[in-house]
C-alpha cells in the first residue's frame, strides 16, 4: 500500500509563491500517476496537476497552468508542487494522491491513494 504526507503548506499574500512536497512511502512502483488535488470548504474536489510516471509527461487545470509546477525526485520519493503567483482563489486544502493504474493524467476516477492534506491560505 502506498502512504503519502504532504506538507510545505501556509499562508502567504497573493502574489507570492510556495512549494508543497508530497513523501511517498511503500509499494511506490504501483503509482503509475501522481497528482495535486485541492479542496476548499463548500466546494467540489478538482485536480490541479498531474504527472505520469513513467514518462514524466504532465498535464493542469487551466486555473493553475502557467503559474503551478509539478514536479518529482525519484531519488527521494517525493512529489512537488511550485506555486507561483498566488491568488486568494487558490485557498484550499491541498492533497497529494497517487493512481495504480491508467487512464490518470487527466481522469481521476483511478486515484486511490491519499495523503491527508497541507492547507494553503492566500490573502490578499
Known amino acids: 500500500q502506498v502512504q503519502l504526507v504532504e506538507s510545505g503548506g501556509g499562508s502567504v499574500q497573493a502574489g507570492g509563491s510556495l512549494r508543497l512536497s508530497c513523501t511517498a512511502s511503500?509499494?511506490?512502483?504501483?503509482?503509475?500517476?501522481m497528482g495535486w488535488f485541492r479542496q476548499a470548504p463548500g466546494k467540489e474536489r478538482e485536480r490541479i496537476a498531474s504527472?505520469?510516471?513513467?514518462?514524466?509527461?504532465?498535464d493542469y487545470h487551466d486555473s493553475v497552468k502557467g503559474r503551478f509546477s509539478i514536479s518529482r525526485d525519484n531519488a527521494k520519493m517525493s512529489l512537488y508542487l511550485h506555486m507561483n503567483s498566488l491568488k486568494p482563489e487558490d485557498t484550499a486544502m491541498y492533497y497529494c494522491?497517487?493512481?495504480?493504474?491508467?487512464?490518470?493524467?487527466?481522469?481521476?476516477?483511478?486515484?486511490?491513494?491519499w495523503g491527508q492534506g497541507t492547507q494553503v491560505t492566500v490573502s490578499s
Open positions: 494522491a497517487a493512481a495504480s493504474r491508467s487512464p490518470c493524467l487527466i481522469a481521476v476516477d483511478n486515484y486511490n491513494y
Open positions: 511503500g509499494y511506490t512502483y504501483s503509482s503509475v500517476c
Open positions: 504527472i505520469y510516471t513513467p514518462s514524466g509527461a504532465t
